[in-house]
């Protein structure tokens, strides 16, 4: 089995209609066209509720319906055959969960428009379903998703926001301290 070149996978994100974003298609549709057009079964019902749409989940839903569109590309075909049983567990984990999840760090526009959205989105799918870009070691391509990563990203800005802030309560507590002593001895001479 060949694996994906990245760019192929970026490009199709990129060529994806504007109506992909659009909440009206249920992505319970989609990722049960995207299994059967792999060879796989559709969703049973209670593996559905991952991806229903609701009120609050335009972004994930939209961020699902870019990955299915991402299994169309021929890789995805020979690996699902290649896989057997459990390439399809393998798949929804992957939908449902670290595909899915993205959406919690970026608006789903950034992973059709943006070039670092689309190869994160790549990545994430990839990885995923155990597997990395052509052309790239097991090693390299797990460094160059943490690169791309927006969830890693957001947790170092705010573990950065979170240093920053300590060192500003400490610096403003050793200046109170400072002017506390200051005016202690002002006192006494």
Known sequence: MNLPELIELERLLAEAPASILDPGVSPVAIVNDALMNLGMAPLAKEETRPFVPGAKTADRDAIVRLACRLLGHPFFGGWASESGDA???????????????RAAASHAERFAVEVEGREELSRILLSGIGTRPAGETAAQAEDRLK???????????ERAQAAEKRSRDIREAMERREAEEAASKMQRD
């Open 87 to 101: 390439a399809r567990a393998s798949l929804l984990t992957a939908l449902s969960g670290s595909v899915a999840g």
């Open 147 to 157: 690169a791309v990563d927006s969830i890693e990203r957001k947790r170092v800005m």
